[in-house]
């Protein structure tokens, strides 16, 4: 198994974390992680519990990179593990092993624009060799794994859905003082909330208009637009759309936020809103229905599926069907409480350790078999 530090990092390590108790000493895990990988603190005290069956090794080959498809393929040579799991879709794709692989979505093949020619091509090869070679694929919805059978034509069998979790840290707060930490992120009025990368398929262009909408109807300095997560130097249309609209004052960009601050971020949100294209699962909405928030959804690819009846969808194309959205949440506070009830009902069908559970029965199923 191996393990990154990027946004995919979420599945990975809250997979490990589940596996270890699960395995019941049957098991011996080897872990592969890039240099200064970060480990939740959770994740750190799973490993010390479990030491006897896990080992960490680090390795230093970068994604899509020559080393990778070569030290990386020498490593597992060397170490010849039984059955590797590549947590996403980067592998040597010369390794010989038996190895299952994750495909979380297939959105790079439809929105990739801003890569170069050498990624694409790379991740086109990746991906495609991976689907190919191993023993089995898994993915995060039903409508993810009906896209990577088509596209690799590949027998169903072979793609097993594994939802994400949820972490038990995104609930409702009802402690004051901890809701107050809100204070220093300058968020001191309502807002919505996005929760997020900065990219194309997030289409949030088409938001920053329906709350430009959404502000016409009265409700200009009263309720503001928040975006979490790192600023793009590579996406600047939304910062540009923002000035362009002149709401640079209603519009708080607040950046990279730890962990520990998000159970805060969503609890004071009056509502999330999650206006993407495509989505192979969309985590984040399901945190904020964790967390008692109401979730406003783009009707799209795996978003129903995943949010079931827990979220007012809108047309992603029309940022007047979302200008409404916002505004019904604003207004009615009998909707927003249907929300949120059927939100909390909703993640019930989520755990990280139904997702652990279903790998090891895959992973039995291939060592014994």
């Known amino acids: 198994m191996s393990l990154d530090n990027a946004g995919l990092g979420r599945y990975s390590q809250e997979l490990i974390k589940h596996l270890l108790p699960l395995s019941k000493n049957k098991f011996k895990f080897i872990l592969l992680v890039l240099p200064n990988t970060k480990f939740s603190l959770e994740l750190k005290e799973v490993i010390k519990n479990y030491q006897s069956?896990?080992?960490?090794?680090?390795?230093?080959?970068?994604?899509?990179?020559?080393?990778?498809q070569t030290s990386?393929?020498?490593?597992?040579?060397?170490?010849?593990?039984?059955?590797?799991?590549?947590?996403?879709?980067?592998?040597?794709?010369?390794?010989?092993?038996?190895?299952?692989?994750?495909?979380?979505?297939?959105?790079?093949?439809?929105?990739?624009?801003?890569?170069?020619?050498?990624?694409?091509?790379?991740?086109?090869?990746?991906?495609?060799?991976?689907?190919?070679?191993?023993?089995k694929i898994f993915t995060v919805s039903e409508y993810a794994k009906g896209q990577i059978v088509q596209k690799f034509s590949l027998d169903k069998k072979k793609?097993?859905?594994?939802?994400?979790?949820?972490?038990?840290?995104?609930?409702k707060i009802t402690n004051p003082r901890v809701l107050e930490k809100i204070g220093k992120y300058g968020l001191d009025k309502p807002y919505f909330l996005y929760v997020g990368q900065w990219r194309s398929h997030k289409n949030l262009l088409t938001l920053v208009k329906a709350y430009k909408k959404f502000l016409d109807k009265g409700y200009a300095g009263k309720v503001d637009l928040t975006f979490c997560g790192k600023i793009d130097p590579k996406y600047p249309e939304l910062i540009e759309e923002i000035?362009?609209?002149?709401?640079?004052?209603?519009?708080?960009?607040?950046?990279?936020?730890?962990?520990?601050?998000?159970?805060?971020?969503?609890?004071?949100?009056?509502?999330?809103?999650?206006?993407?294209?495509?989505?192979?699962?969309?985590?984040p909405a399901l945190e904020a229905q964790a967390c008692s928030v109401p979730v406003i959804s783009a009707e799209s690819t795996s978003l129903p599926e995943v949010l079931g009846d827990g979220a007012s969808f809108f047309n992603p194309s029309s940022s007047n069907d979302l200008a409404k959205k916002?505004?019904?949440?604003?207004?009615d506070d009998g909707l927003r409480n249907k929300l949120i009830?059927?939100?909390?009902?909703?993640?019930?069908?989520?755990?990280?350790?139904?997702t652990a559970e279903k790998t090891l029965e895959v992973y039995r199923e291939l060592l014994y078999k």
């Open 243 to 283: 000035k362009k609209l002149d709401m640079a004052r209603s519009v708080k960009l607040i950046g990279f936020v730890p962990d520990e601050d998000l159970p805060v971020i969503y609890n004071n949100a009056l509502a999330f809103v999650f206006p993407s294209y495509s989505e192979g699962f969309g985590l």
């Open 341 to 354: 009830d059927r939100g909390l009902e909703n993640i019930k069908r989520f755990s990280w350790e139904k």
């Open 72 to 135: 990386l393929k020498k490593l597992l040579s060397e170490i010849k593990p039984d059955l590797v799991h590549f947590t996403n879709l980067n592998h040597p794709v010369l390794y010989k092993g038996k190895f299952v692989v994750t495909i979380h979505d297939l959105t790079l093949f439809q929105f990739s624009e801003r890569a170069g020619v050498l990624k694409k091509l790379a991740y086109n090869f990746v991906i495609k060799k991976a689907a190919q070679n191993s023993e």
């Open 159 to 171: 793609v097993v859905v594994t939802y994400n979790g949820i972490d038990e840290k995104f609930k």
């Open 53 to 68: 069956i896990i080992e960490v090794i680090e390795y230093d080959a970068r994604h899509y990179s020559l080393k990778e």
């Open 326 to 331: 916002m505004l019904n949440i604003a207004e």
